[in-house]
C-alpha cells in the first residue's frame, strides 16, 4: 500500500457516524488526517478524512460522501506512465472483484510501470464490495483531454465511487445552487441548472467519492448534481466504480 501524505485541514460534517459505516481496513491507510467543522447550509454532504466517511452515504439525507486523500509520488508516477501508449487509456470492465488485479494488468498500457496504479484500484474495488457487500463491480478508467459529462447531470443508478488520478476533479452543486426542473433540458453547461455559478464546487484530485444516484432505494428526485469538469491543459485520468 502507498503512503499518504498529510494536507490542509478540509471541511467536515460533525454527524453521527452512519448506520452502516464503511469499513476501515486497508482502504483506512489511505486516509489524511485533518480537522472540520459543521456545514448547516449542505446537510446533504459529508467530507472527512478516515474510510469510515464514506459509510454517511447510507444515512438518507446524503447524496455525497467523500475521503479526503492524496497521490503520492509513487501513484503519480504509475499514472504518468499510463499516458504513453499508441491510444488514450479507456477501460471499461465489469467482473468479480477478485479478478480486477488480473484484468488492469492485461489493459493498462504499462502495467509494469503501473504497480501502484494497480494496487490502488485494486483495494478500492475490496472497498467497495465490502461496503456495499457485492462480489462484482463495473469500472472504468479513462484518460481524456476533455470533459466527458460537461453538463450537470444525475446518475439513474444506486451509487457510485469516484476518483481523479491526474487532472481536475468532478465538479458538483449543493441543492442550494441548483434547479432540478431544468435538469436534461435547455443549453449545455450550467447556466440552466446552476442558479449560482459561485457555489459550484469540485473535488480535489486523489479524494474518493460516493455519489449517490436516481436509483438508491427512496432517493428519486434527489441524486447527486454533478459534472466533469474542463480539462484546462494535459490530461484527466478518472476512475469509476459501481457495485454489482
Not at 494536507?7 to 457516524?17: E, G, L, N, R, V
Not at 449517490?212 to 448534481?225: A, F, Q, V
Request: aromatic share 4%.
Amino acid at each position: 500500500m502507498h503512503s499518504i501524505t498529510p494536507i490542509t485541514p478540509i471541511t467536515s460534517h460533525d454527524t453521527p457516524s452512519a448506520s452502516r459505516p464503511a469499513k476501515g481496513g486497508r482502504l483506512a491507510q489511505s486516509a489524511v488526517t485533518a480537522s472540520g467543522s459543521k456545514d448547516s447550509a449542505t446537510p446533504h454532504w459529508h467530507i472527512g478524512e478516515q474510510a469510515l466517511d464514506l459509510g454517511e452515504i447510507f444515512r438518507p439525507e446524503v447524496t455525497l460522501a467523500v475521503m479526503q486523500r492524496r497521490i503520492d509520488a509513487a501513484l503519480k508516477m504509475a499514472v504518468k506512465a499510463q499516458s504513453s501508449g499508441a491510444y488514450p487509456l479507456r477501460m471499461r470492465w465489469r467482473g468479480p472483484i477478485n479478478d480486477l488485479r488480473e484484468a488492469l494488468e492485461r489493459y493498462l498500457p504499462a502495467p509494469d510501470a503501473g504497480a501502484a496504479l494497480i494496487e490502488d484500484i485494486y483495494v478500492l474495488g475490496e472497498a467497495i464490495g465490502e461496503l456495499f457487500d457485492v462480489q462484482d463491480i463495473g469500472m472504468r478508467l479513462e484518460m481524456t483531454q476533455s470533459a466527458m459529462c460537461p453538463r450537470f447531470h444525475v446518475d439513474r443508478i444506486p451509487v457510485r465511487l469516484v476518483t481523479t488520478y491526474e487532472g481536475p476533479g468532478t465538479q458538483w452543486l449543493p441543492e442550494q445552487a441548483a434547479d432540478r426542473l431544468a435538469l436534461g433540458h435547455g443549453v449545455a453547461g450550467h447556466r440552466d441548472i446552476c442558479r449560482d455559478p459561485e457555489q459550484i464546487r469540485e473535488l480535489r484530485p486523489g479524494s474518493l467519492a460516493l455519489l449517490k444516484g436516481e436509483c438508491w432505494p427512496g432517493n428519486e428526485g434527489h441524486g447527486l448534481i454533478h459534472r466533469s469538469p474542463v480539462v484546462p491543459t494535459g490530461s484527466r485520468l478518472m476512475l469509476s466504480m459501481d457495485p454489482g
